[in-house]
């Protein structure tokens, strides 16, 4: 498949088997993921994978406990064998803005200084490149946001306190009988005019 034919194949699955995925494949496919530019290069981000049962029950007993499992709208979702977070770290960024061929930028010594956190647009980067190589490998996946469970999910899993994460890839095998839409599937996709400005907004 070509880049714009996964590009095209790919949409979000909310409903997966509980087949497990060959052994190794995750390591290769972030181990691609990691292509991605980061900014100076300084390849911040870091993968959490979790593709042992016990580790993924764990992440949905972290985020979503067991009294909220019946209304939960994606079952399906849980069934999951492979949760990927990206996590981008702030340090590693600070560190090498502080290096002589950045100090000029004068972002190397706090985070808040970023007006555009580098290390969750890099960690965004890796999540998308890792969505097409799942598309790309024959496999589904759903990128969700993990709002307000961040922190419960570092500690959890021993991940620094100051690690950020754009958000979770759910990877498996689709389950299409368990399916259903999300409120935001039917939406249309926006006229190519009417988000393309060119020359001025
Ligand atoms: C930043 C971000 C956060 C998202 N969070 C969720 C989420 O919490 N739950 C979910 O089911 N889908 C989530 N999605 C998936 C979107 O709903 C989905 O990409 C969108 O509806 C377009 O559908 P498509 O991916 O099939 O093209 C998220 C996507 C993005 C990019």
Redesign the pocket.
């Known amino acids: 498949m070509s880049v714009g034919e996964v590009l095209a194949a790919?949409?979000?699955c909310?409903s997966f088997t509980s087949d497990p995925l060959p052994s190794g494949l995750i390591d290769d496919l972030v181990d691609r993921a990691r292509r991605t530019p980061t900014a100076g290069n300084c390849q911040g981000v870091e993968f959490l994978v979790l593709d042992d049962p016990g580790d993924v029950a764990a992440f949905w007993d972290t985020t979503l406990p067991q009294d909220r499992r019946s209304s939960f709208p994606?079952p399906g979702m849980l069934e999951v064998p492979a949760l990927v977070l990206p996590f981008g770290l702030p340090e590693r960024y600070l560190d090498r803005y502080r290096e002589p061929d950045k100090a000029g930028s004068g972002l190397g010594n706090d985070a808040g200084d970023w007006s555009v956190p580098h290390w969750l647009t890099d960690a965004a980067f890796a999540a998308m490149a890792f969505q097409l190589l799942v598309v790309e490998a024959g496999l589904a996946c759903?990128?969700?946001?993990l709002?307000g469970n961040e922190a419960a999910v570092r500690g959890r899993f021993d991940v620094p306190d100051t690690a950020r994460a754009?958000?979770v890839v759910a990877v498996g095998y689709p389950d299409p009988e368990g399916d259903r839409p999300?409120g935001?599937?039917g939406?249309q996709r926006r006229p190519r005019d009417e988000v393309l400005h060119r020359g001025c907004w």
């Open positions: 790919r949409r979000t909310r994606w759903c990128f969700f946001g709002f754009p958000g999300s935001s599937a939406r």
